[in-house]
């Protein structure tokens, strides 16, 4: 099992920024993508962004640009900087981690608690 703690949500104007992290502890196997989706009021649940272990990024367009993910495979955290922020990133965004069972082809999916990003003026 893997447990995922996320801090860094809050309130913040349009134009502003805010930096999430997620810190991963338990059972971690070594090959796993880290990332961050959010789920806005009557919206599916979607991806923000994800890293491979070897440091390859995966961005939902709406975020291109604006949006900078990074992880230390050392402390096992995941970080979204996020920049020039708009009125529909207001969502709860959760930490998800994917990890591969080592001699399988099974994927396991962890998932965190959410933190709460509101854009408002």
């Known amino acids: 099992q893997v447990q995922l703690v996320e801090s860094g949500g809050g309130l913040v104007q349009p134009g502003g920024s805010l930096r999430l992290s997620c810190v991963a502890s338990?059972?971690?196997?070594?090959?796993?993508?880290m990332g961050w989706y959010r789920q806005a009021p009557g919206k599916q649940r979607e991806l923000v962004a994800n890293?491979?272990?070897?440091?390859?990024?995966n961005y939902a367009d709406s975020v291109k640009g604006r949006f900078t993910i990074s992880r230390d495979n050392a402390k096992n955290t995941v970080d979204l900087q996020m920049n020039s922020l708009k009125f529909e990133d207001t969502a709860v965004y959760y930490c998800?981690?994917?990890?591969?069972?080592?001699?399988?082809?099974?994927?396991?999916?962890?998932w965190g608690q959410g933190t709460q990003v509101t854009v408002s003026s």
């Open positions: 338990g059972s971690i196997f070594s090959i796993n993508i």
């Open positions: 998800n981690v994917k990890e591969l069972v080592p001699g399988t082809i099974t994927w396991l999916d962890f």
């Open positions: 890293i491979r272990l070897g440091g390859s990024t």
